[in-house]
């Protein structure tokens, strides 16, 4: 099946921008096409490049003892995956795509190059570093509701990073969402249900619109319950 994404993309919003600014980076550099259920790497693989996705999304898990899966993070468009690998050597997650999806590979050992003769780089890698590590911090929220609360939020900037976007798509399933933050996809169901009763938020299959997202902060920093 032909791909529905461009063959030619626009980098100029892409986060490693400065990466490219020479031929010799930009020859470097491979696109790939996912399909939905794809695989982009595996736990153990080498370590050889970082990942940024230009459109799409994908989820990032591992495999429990019992065969269950525990989905780690999921990442969307505009942002990197295998900065952990860097101290490892290898990836240490399964990486698979929710939707058809395209990555950048870049090469570690030429973005090293590029690190070296490009300050402003080191400067924003580092910014990118820091605000992934702060990617699911309300994992530790006490409720479901503070939780599902603070996801919906933290979507509503990360689909859309030039402004928060009220509408959007959910990439991922009820249950995926529920994997992720500890919850069951019953639980999940049963909290959009209220807030849709109570509109704050509404709901046509994986279409959300947040109609009342002050609401949704109130509820994060837990002035209000539902």
Same mark, same amino acid.
């Given at each position: 099946?032909?791909?529905?994404?461009?063959?030619y993309?626009?980098?100029?919003?892409? *986060?490693?921008?400065?990466?490219?600014?020479?031929?010799?980076?930009?020859?470097?550099?491979? #696109?790939?096409?996912?399909?939905?259920?794809e *695989?982009?790497?595996?736990?153990?693989? /080498? #370590?050889?490049?970082?990942?940024?996705?230009q459109?799409?999304?994908?989820?990032t898990?591992? *495999?429990?003892?019992?065969?269950k899966?525990?989905?780690r993070?999921?990442?969307?468009a505009?942002?990197?995956?295998?900065?952990?690998?860097?101290? *490892?050597?290898?990836? +240490?997650?399964?990486?698979?795509?929710?939707?058809?999806?395209l990555?950048?590979?870049?090469?570690?050992?030429?973005?090293?190059?590029?690190?070296?003769?490009?300050p402003?780089?080191?400067?924003?890698?580092?910014?990118?570093?820091?605000?992934?590590?702060?990617v699911?911090?309300? +994992?530790?929220?006490?409720t479901?509701?503070q939780?599902?609360?603070?996801?919906?939020i933290?979507?509503?900037?990360?689909?859309?990073?030039l402004?928060?976007?009220?509408?959007?798509?959910?990439?991922?399933s009820?249950?995926?969402?529920?994997?992720? +933050?500890?919850?069951?996809?019953?639980?999940?169901?049963?909290? #959009?249900s209220?807030?849709?009763?109570?509109?704050?938020?509404?709901?046509?299959?994986?279409k959300?619109?947040?109609?009342q997202?002050? /609401?949704?902060?109130?509820?994060?920093?837990?002035?209000i319950?539902?």
């Open positions: 099946m032909p791909s529905s994404i461009p063959s993309l626009s980098c100029t919003r892409c *986060t490693f921008a400065p990466f490219c600014l020479t031929e010799e980076h930009r020859a470097a550099k491979q #696109f790939r096409t996912l399909e939905r259920n *695989t982009l790497c595996l736990p153990k693989n /080498k #370590f050889q490049n970082l990942y940024v996705v459109h799409g999304a994908l989820k898990y591992q *495999t429990e003892a019992d065969g899966e525990l989905i993070g999921f990442y969307f505009n942002e990197i995956l295998g900065y952990e690998a860097i101290y *490892t050597g290898h990836y +240490l997650f399964s990486a698979v795509a929710l939707a058809e999806t990555v950048c590979e870049i090469p570690y050992n030429h973005f090293l190059e590029s690190l070296q003769s490009k402003a780089l080191q400067k924003r890698i580092l910014y990118l570093i820091s605000r992934q590590l702060n699911g911090s309300y +994992l530790l929220s006490t479901a509701e939780r599902l609360a603070a996801f919906l933290d979507l509503s900037v990360r689909l859309h990073p402004e928060m976007k009220l509408e959007f798509l959910l990439p991922m009820r249950q995926d969402i529920g994997n992720y +933050l500890g919850l069951t996809a019953e639980t999940i169901s049963r909290i #959009f209220r807030l849709q009763k109570n509109n704050i938020v509404s709901i046509d299959h994986k959300i619109h947040l109609l997202p002050e /609401k949704l902060k109130q509820m994060v920093d837990g002035l319950s539902h």
